[in-house]
């Protein structure tokens, strides 16, 4: 290697009449570094050189975890499961008027092959910054297709769920956030993992469709709080303390149940709303009505009738004066429809656009389920009709996809709708 | 003893295999084992490549590269010489030159010359496989079948997947075009270019996937 690289020098120099090469260039810089053993090889070690740096004194360094993975290939699909990573970025794309089914093919052959390299920690295909791909820091990227790019490929695969909800009085949606052909679901610990890895996907998409809208969101950073610590919105409560366990046969019941389309066996379906938060009215409520919103406590996120996060909500629990301990309007009471099956698996992040003067900042809600039609509608109904967050809480986006089943190495996502 | 020295000997052409088969094909392995077992190596048999891919262009646009690691995993000097490709009326070993920011590509003389157990990158901005006079669009997200024919006359094929990519814009001076410039397919401002093969870039989409 080091031979080979020195002997490319010189025939660089040769050919260029004596002049410095792209390549020696390159080489000079990494010996700049100072560094013995240098020809052993370009960037990648003086990568390593740099990451190799002493802390500071005094300093305690955490363990490093750029270089943790998570596998892309499998029946289902990275993203949904994994434990929610710190960043998360959702692209939409529209595919171009002119792509027909055998271009939807070559593009999730594309997307697939990055997302497979890039996940674990091995540089796109055609990457230009292949330094920004060494630490996937639990990169997963997630695809879902929206009624258009079904239709497109086959009008008779497409779900009966898949489309936009039914309306709802509450939300004041708008079009600059929804539907779209193609979603990217792309999640790391490390947001410049996120971001390169959206520009890779974005990039090579670029032949066949152009971005709808891109929204990004954040939860807390990696290593503040231990793994598995459910995750507070800004307006500080604890959410999603009600989620199915990945693993568990109740997950697998309500997020992969099987009976759609063939070619989703082993998929589900992402509902994603953006739900803006009024973070300045919700600071004229005081803390005890802010736990009788919701219905739990703030400290812990315990029911509002129990000690801890997990305890069961009682909904019968009455207090000294005769009423329901969570009240009749509170946000879990409301949640809940009775039905069993009438559930969801949320992985939300985050969202702050404020600059001090305009700007929004709110919930990306994500929702996993089987069929949004039987499972999400029924709840969202009955929080449209009553649910004091209602007053702080809009849902000015609304999207959703279809997110078929994972592929095999060499395959790609959407195999089984574009070849089934 | 004579058993399992036969068995690692196995488990070392299984595992050559393996590494042919991640590094998206090699060497004709049928043709080259039975040449194996009868008479001495070619060329061919020490040929890998690693990530081998093709830039997306339209046939209008006229000419492309070729680029991956190769790998000559034998014991004496590899030259490859020359090479075709399905789609490409005309093939050429190609270098680059550097002057400024300026970069132009020239045929290189004497082929590819491989040292033993060496590899050598084909790169956009450096050495590379260049695909001329086109007789179709070359669509992102298909294959593209490159063959490789070494000095020995020993041959080697393998698949490179189609990629977008907006780099690789070398221009070109000399070989048979003569003072015609071109480049590696100008991308400017639009989609064409990246051989799509929608239908919106005049390319005859019918034609444009049949490269698997």
């Known amino acids: 290697m080091a031979d080979h690289d020195s002997e490319d020098a010189a025939h660089d120099s040769g050919a260029g009449g004596g002049g410095m090469s792209r390549r020696g260039l390159l080489l000079g810089g990494a010996a700049g570094l100072g560094a013995a053993g240098i020809g052993a090889a370009g960037a990648t070690a003086a990568h390593r050189l740099v990451g190799g740096a002493e802390p500071a004194p005094g300093s305690e360094s955490a363990p490093l975890h750029g270089d943790r993975t998570v ?35 070559r593009l999730m052959v594309i997307l697939s092959d990055n997302a497979a390299r890039l996940t674990q920690g091995v540089p796109a295909l055609t990457d230009t910054e292949p330094e920004l791909a060494e630490l996937p820091a639990r990169l997963t990227a997630t695809f879902g297709f929206g009624r258009g790019l079904v239709e497109r490929v086959n009008p ?3 779900p009966d769920w898949l489309g936009p909800l039914p309306k709802f009085e509450q939300d004041d949606l708008s079009p600059e956030w929804g539907e779209a052909d193609l979603l990217v679901q792309v999640c790391a610990d490390d947001p410049v993992t996120v971001s390169h890895t959206v520009r890779m996907l974005l990039r090579d998409a670029r032949p066949f469709s152009r971005p ?52 989703m066996a082993g ?24 736990e009788a919103v919701v219905g739990r406590r703030l400290d812990n996120g315990a029911p509002l009738t129990g000690e801890n996060e997990h305890d069961e909500v009682d909904l019968e629990a009455t207090g000294p004066d005769g009423l329901t ?13 009775g039905d069993p099956d009438e559930r969801i698996f949320r992985r939300g992040y985050n969202y702050d656009l404020r600059d001090g003067v305009t700007g929004e900042a709110g919930l990306l809600f994500a929702s996993y389920q089987a069929d949004p039609l039987r499972q999400f509608v029924p709840i969202q109904r009955q929080l449209d009709e009553l649910d004091l967050l209602n007053q702080w809480v809009t849902a000015v986006g609304s999207a959703v996809f279809a997110v078929p089943p994972g592929c095999a190495e060499g395959g790609y996502v959407g195999q089984s709708l574009l070849e089934g | 003893m004579h058993q399992r020295t036969t068995r690692s000997a196995t488990a070392a052409a299984l595992f050559a295999l393996a590494l042919s088969a991640c590094g998206g094909g090699s060497a004709e392995p049928e043709e080259a084992q039975a040449e194996q077992a009868a008479a001495e190596a070619t060329a061919a048999d020490g040929f890998e490549i690693t990530d081998p891919w093709v830039k997306a262009v339209t046939q209008d646009e006229g000419m492309t590269g070729v680029f991956g690691e190769i790998a000559n995993t034998s014991a004496s000097e590899m030259t490859i010489v020359s090479a075709t490709a399905d789609g490409a009326d005309t093939v050429e070993l190609h270098e680059v030159a550097m002057e400024g920011t300026d970069t ?43 063959t490789v024919e070494f000095a020995d006359g020993s041959t080697a094929s393998f698949d490179a997947p189609i990629r977008p990519y907006t780099g690789a814009n070398e221009e070109y001076e000399g070989g048979s075009e003569g003072g015609e410039e071109h480049d590696m397919g100008d991308m400017e401002g639009d989609h064409s270019g990246q051989g799509d093969g929608s239908g919106e870039d005049g390319g005859d989409s019918g034609d444009g996937y049949g490269d698997e």
Not at chain 2, 123 to 144: C, F, S, V
């Open chain 1, 71 to 105: 596998p892309f290939h499998g029946r289902r699909q990275a993203g949904v499961e994994t434990p929610p990573q710190s960043h998360a970025t959702f692209v939409a794309l529209d595919l171009d008027d002119g792509a027909d089914a055998d271009a939807v093919r």
């Open chain 1, 156 to 158: 008779d695969a497409v």
């Open chain 1, 212 to 263: 709808r809208w891109s929204q990004s969101g954040f939860r807390r950073a990696h290593g503040s709080q231990p793994d598995g610590t459910t995750m507070r919105n800004l307006m500080g409560q604890v959410d999603g303390t009600a989620n199915p366990a990945p693993g568990t046969e109740d997950f697998d019941h309500l997020v992969w149940g099987e009976g759609g389309p063939h070619w």
């Open chain 1, 267 to 290: 998929g589900t379906s992402l509902v994603l709303r953006r739900i803006a938060t009024d973070l300045d009215t919700w600071d004229e409520i005081d803390r005890p009505a802010r």
């Open chain 1, 325 to 337: 301990v969570i009240p009749s309007f509170a946000h879990v009471r409301r949640a809940r429809t």
């Open chain 2, 104 to 146: 132009t590509m020239t045929e290189v003389e004497g082929g590819f010359v491989i040292p033993a157990g060496e590899t050598y990158t084909l790169e956009p901005g450096g050495y590379h496989i260049m695909l001329m006079q086109l007789t179709r669009d070359l669509a992102a997200g298909n294959e593209l079948t490159v």
